[in-house]
C-alpha cells in the first residue's frame, strides 16, 4: 500500500521538478494523497481489480430494493458495461454500471 513516507517523497520529488520548471505562474499549493482506506471508484475500469472485495454501492435506482448496501464484487463486464455483487446469503444482483451513483471499497482488517 501507499503510506505517508511515499507520499512525502514524491512531494519532494514533484516538488522540485515543479520548482525547477516552474509550470504554474502564480503561489499553488501541492498536495499528495493516497486514496485512503475507503478508495473511492469513477471508472468501471478500476473494479476489476477488486474482485472478491467488499464495496460499499449508492444506486441512482434500487435494485431488488436495494438503493444503498455493500457486497462482495463477484464479475465485472467491461463490454456490456455490467458488474455482479453477492448480497446476503449468497444472492448475486447484476447491475448496470450506469445506475452507479457512488462505489467506495470497504475497509476490512
Same mark, same amino acid.
Given at each position: 500500500?501507499?503510506?505517508?513516507?511515499?507520499?512525502?517523497?514524491?512531494?519532494?520529488?514533484?516538488?522540485?521538478?515543479?520548482?525547477?520548471?516552474?509550470? /504554474?505562474?502564480?503561489?499553488? !499549493?501541492?498536495?499528495?494523497? #493516497?486514496?485512503?482506506?475507503? $478508495?473511492?471508484? =469513477? +471508472?468501471?475500469?478500476?473494479?476489476?481489480?477488486? /474482485?472478491?472485495?467488499?464495496? !460499499?454501492?449508492?444506486?441512482? #435506482?434500487?435494485?431488488?430494493? $436495494?438503493?444503498? =448496501? +455493500?457486497?462482495?464484487?463477484?464479475?465485472?463486464?467491461?463490454?456490456?458495461?455490467?458488474?455482479?455483487?453477492?448480497?446476503?446469503?449468497?444472492?448475486?444482483?447484476?447491475?448496470?454500471?450506469?445506475?452507479?451513483?457512488?462505489?467506495?471499497?470497504?475497509?476490512?482488517?
Amino acid at each position: 500500500g501507499i503510506g505517508v513516507q511515499d507520499c512525502v517523497r514524491v512531494t519532494q520529488q514533484v516538488g522540485a521538478m515543479m520548482d525547477v520548471h516552474d509550470p /504554474i505562474s502564480g503561489e499553488y !499549493a501541492l498536495e499528495v494523497s #493516497s486514496p485512503g482506506w475507503d $478508495r473511492p471508484f =469513477f +471508472q468501471l475500469e478500476q473494479l476489476p481489480a477488486y /474482485i472478491g472485495q467488499q464495496i !460499499a454501492f449508492r444506486l441512482i #435506482s434500487a435494485v431488488d430494493n $436495494r438503493r444503498k =448496501f +455493500q457486497a462482495k464484487l463477484v464479475a465485472v463486464d467491461l463490454e456490456a458495461e455490467m458488474i455482479q455483487v453477492e448480497v446476503e446469503k449468497q444472492q448475486v444482483l447484476e447491475i448496470d454500471s450506469n445506475n452507479i451513483d457512488k462505489a467506495n471499497l470497504v475497509y476490512q482488517d
